[in-house]
T-cell receptor, first 113, second 115 residues
Framework: AQKVTQAQTEISVVEKEDVTLDCVYE???????LFWYKQPPSGELVFLIR??????QNEISGRYSWNFQKSTSSFNFTITASQVVDSAVYFC??????????FGAGTTVTVRA | GAVVSQHPSWVICKSGTSVKIECRSL??????MFWYRQFPKQSLMLMAT?????????EQGVEKDKFLINHASLTLSTLTVTSAHPEDSSFYIC???????????FGPGTRLTVT
């Protein structure tokens, strides 16, 4: 069975602050993929990143960065210099060999002007 | 990029009626599509896996006779909520797996309200 845990339910910050979202996962598959999605109020899921279990390189994309640590089964996501438009629910997800996605509970990020 | 559409984007129906939701892959073929349900302020939960030309596989606790899934072509899967009740009100999201790349792409979702 696969499990994704996002311990933070809600995070509220003031604009320009950095925000780090935690994600811890469990799987027995040796090959798996980890994802982060953003869900704005409209409801449509926005794909942010996919990471293969064999690739532990951290990644930066603009104000977004991801830290993948296999040793601790974590795949954390940081938004640098947050903006109001970053307000959304963020989901971490895991896909194993069966191609089914298991989502974490989600973290609601509110960025105040 | 690959596009998945859902129709309708929102629907209101009366209790006891059935409603059909379509999921289409617009620019790729999808041998497999997935249906998720999301209740307010909750996460996405996989309901079923739909394979083209064969019966859908339902997750534990999902009533297959209530949520009928048909995947008749490589670009279309449908979810029919039969005899809908207010507790079926939810956000239904599909994803389609590209037969060539195996990547999954999500549709924009369908908001169902049963009155």
């Amino acid at each position: 069975a696969q499990k994704v845990t996002q311990a933070q339910t809600e995070i509220s910050v003031v604009e320009k602050e950095d925000v780090t979202l935690d994600c811890v996962y469990e799987t027995r598959d040796t090959t798996y993929y980890l994802f982060w999605y953003k869900q704005p109020p409209s409801g449509e899921l926005v794909f942010l990143i996919r990471r293969n279990s064999f690739d532990e390189q951290n990644e930066i994309s603009g104000r977004y960065s991801w830290n993948f640590q296999k040793s601790t089964s974590s795949f954390n996501f940081t938004i640098t210099a947050s903006q109001v438009v970053d307000s959304a629910v963020y989901f971490c997800a895991l896909r194993g060999n069966d191609y089914k996605l298991s989502f974490g509970a989600g973290t609601t990020v509110t960025v105040r002007a | 990029g690959a596009v998945v559409s859902q129709h309708p984007s929102w629907v209101i129906c009366k209790s006891g009626t059935s409603v059909k939701i379509e999921c289409r892959s617009l620019d790729f073929q999808a041998t497999t599509m997935f249906w998720y349900r999301q209740f307010p302020k909750q996460s996405l939960m996989l309901m079923a896996t739909s394979n083209e030309g064969s019966k859908a596989t339902y997750e534990q606790g999902v009533e297959k006779d209530k949520f009928l899934i048909n995947h008749a072509s490589l670009t279309l899967s449908t979810l029919t909520v039969t005899s809908a009740h207010p507790e079926d009100s939810s956000f239904y999201i599909c994803s389609a797996r590209d037969a060539g790349s195996y990547e999954q792409y999500f549709g924009p979702g369908t908001r169902l309200t049963v009155t």
